[in-house]
């Protein structure tokens, strides 16, 4: 048997056909980045290819002056005689599987992703081929996604019962994916929207490419009076800090995957946990591996060895464990803390 097309190096994951990376946290020379997160996205690569959708927000994050070529959906592209392809993942703006075929091999890396359509980013699609390398952050049959919209319905009514006793509600949400999610779908009767500087920049990234997220505000444009019936989106990172400090009184709630157990709730001091993950869930993930109909599944971050094992053992599937730097939900809120400080160089609040 020859050597595989795809191979897990030092630097991730290496095509050496095509030459080129696939989320690599290493520097080097070409890169296809799945999705703007800091852990698939990294700085000092000599050139990018991503999605057309995540071009801003890679700017925005990387520098303005990266070599960066863009595809769509499903538009291939040959390099030395391999096909790449693009395909929707569901994971946040821009968020892409990556297709590479040679001569009949064919492998999809799924980067980070959800099955249900968010009406954000174009829906997880499936892709036939013989090796599937998959996230499993939520690799667990505990973890359960009930619909966006239910949740959605929660925040909006946990902010108008705050709105009418007259406080303000923070929602906790990374800054890129899960924030413009619950900004879409705020009901705006209640009261004004705010979002913090590192929500607002990567609000205006997206918003430059056609994305409409309704009427909103920077955190830095409230009132000088005091500010009642309110939401403001907010990273986690941000919580507690100065500028949260002259919010007035508020509650904070935490939209994340994490918040389905009880126990996270209570570690990270918060008022309400709404579960909205931008990641598969358990269902989701078994969904998606069978649907690509591979054989041989990598399964990396998160419940990774949980994960593998049922694929082996309940589904008869070559599955294995594979260790990469990918660090999931952390990398969310590192690049948040990024986006924080950059305001902060730029005069926006902190």
Same mark, same amino acid.
């Given at each position: 048997?020859?050597?595989?097309?795809?191979?897990?190096?030092?630097?991730?994951?290496?095509?050496?056909?095509?030459?080129?990376?696939?989320?690599?946290?290493?520097?080097?020379?070409?890169?296809?980045?799945?999705?703007?997160?800091?852990?698939?996205?990294?700085?000092?690569?000599? +050139?990018?290819?991503?999605?057309?959708?995540? @071009?801003? =927000?890679?700017?925005?994050?990387?520098?303005?002056? &990266?070599?960066? +070529?863009?595809?769509?959906?499903? @538009?291939?592209?040959?390099?030395? $005689?391999?096909? &790449?392809?693009?395909?929707?993942?569901?994971?946040?703006?821009?968020?892409?599987?990556?297709?590479?075929?040679?001569?009949?091999?064919?492998? =999809?890396?799924?980067?980070?992703?959800?099955?249900?359509?968010?009406?954000?980013?174009?829906?997880?699609?499936?892709?036939?081929?013989?090796?599937?390398?998959?996230?499993?952050?939520?690799?667990?049959?505990?973890?359960?996604?009930?619909?966006?919209?239910?949740?959605?319905?929660? &925040?909006?009514?946990?902010?108008?019962?705050?709105?009418?006793?007259?406080?303000?509600?923070?929602?906790?949400?990374?800054?890129?994916?899960?924030?413009?999610? =619950?900004?879409?779908?705020?009901?705006?009767?209640?009261?004004?929207?705010?979002?913090?500087?590192?929500?607002? +920049?990567?609000?205006?990234?997206?918003?430059? !490419? $056609?994305?409409?997220?309704?009427?909103?505000?920077?955190?830095?444009?409230?009132?000088?009076?005091?500010?009642?019936?309110?939401?403001?989106?907010?990273?986690?990172?941000?919580?507690?800090?100065?500028?949260?400090?002259?919010?007035?009184?508020?509650?904070?709630? !935490?939209?994340?995957?994490?918040?389905?157990?009880?126990?996270?709730?209570?570690?990270?001091?918060?008022?309400?946990?709404?579960?909205?993950?931008?990641?598969?869930?358990?269902?989701?993930?078994?969904?998606?591996?069978?649907?690509?109909?591979?054989?041989?599944?990598?399964?990396?971050?998160?419940?990774?060895?949980?994960?593998?094992?049922?694929?082996?053992?309940?589904?008869?599937?070559?599955?294995?464990?594979?260790?990469?730097?990918?660090? $999931?939900?952390?990398?969310?809120?590192?690049?948040?803390?990024?986006?924080?400080?950059?305001?902060?160089?730029?005069?926006? @609040?902190?």
């Amino acid at each position: 048997m020859g050597k595989p097309l795809l191979e897990l190096t030092e630097q991730g994951y290496y095509c050496a056909r095509a030459d080129v990376y696939i989320d690599p946290w290493r520097r080097v020379q070409r890169a296809i980045v799945t999705h703007a997160h800091a852990d698939h996205a990294r700085p000092g690569m000599g +050139q990018y290819l991503a999605h057309r959708d995540s @071009e801003q =927000v890679l700017r925005l994050r990387l520098g303005a002056s &990266i070599s960066l +070529q863009t595809l769509n959906y499903r @538009e291939p592209i040959f390099m030395n $005689g391999v096909e &790449i392809t693009l395909f929707p993942a569901g994971h946040v703006p821009g968020s892409a599987q990556v297709r590479l075929a040679y001569k009949g091999e064919v492998w =999809v890396i799924s980067g980070d992703y959800k099955l249900e359509d968010d009406g954000l980013s174009p829906a997880f699609e499936p892709v036939a081929c013989q090796h599937f390398i998959t996230e499993s952050t939520f690799g667990l049959p505990v973890y359960r996604w009930r619909p966006q919209q239910e949740i959605l319905s929660e &925040i909006n009514a946990w902010w108008k019962g705050l709105a009418d006793s007259g406080e303000n509600a923070v929602v906790s949400a990374y800054s890129l994916g899960k924030a413009q999610r =619950v900004l879409r779908l705020l009901d705006r009767s209640i009261g004004p929207v705010y979002c913090h500087s590192a929500v607002a +920049q990567t609000n205006r990234a997206l918003e430059a !490419q $056609g994305f409409d997220f309704g009427l909103w505000q920077t955190l830095s444009e409230a009132p000088k009076e005091k500010v009642q019936g309110a939401i403001l989106i907010a990273p986690p990172a941000a919580v507690g800090s100065a500028a949260l400090r002259k919010w007035g009184d508020y509650q904070t709630g !935490q939209c994340s995957g994490w918040m389905a157990l009880r126990g996270q709730r209570r570690w990270s001091n918060l008022d309400r946990g709404f579960v909205l993950s931008d990641h598969a869930d358990w269902t989701g993930l078994c969904r998606a591996v069978e649907a690509t109909g591979a054989e041989n599944v990598y399964v990396t971050h998160g419940y990774s060895a949980v994960f593998a094992r049922y694929l082996r053992e309940e589904k008869g599937l070559n599955a294995q464990t594979v260790k990469t730097m990918f660090s $999931g939900d952390d990398a969310a809120e590192d690049l948040d803390k990024s986006l924080m400080m950059q305001a902060e160089k730029t005069g926006g @609040e902190s």
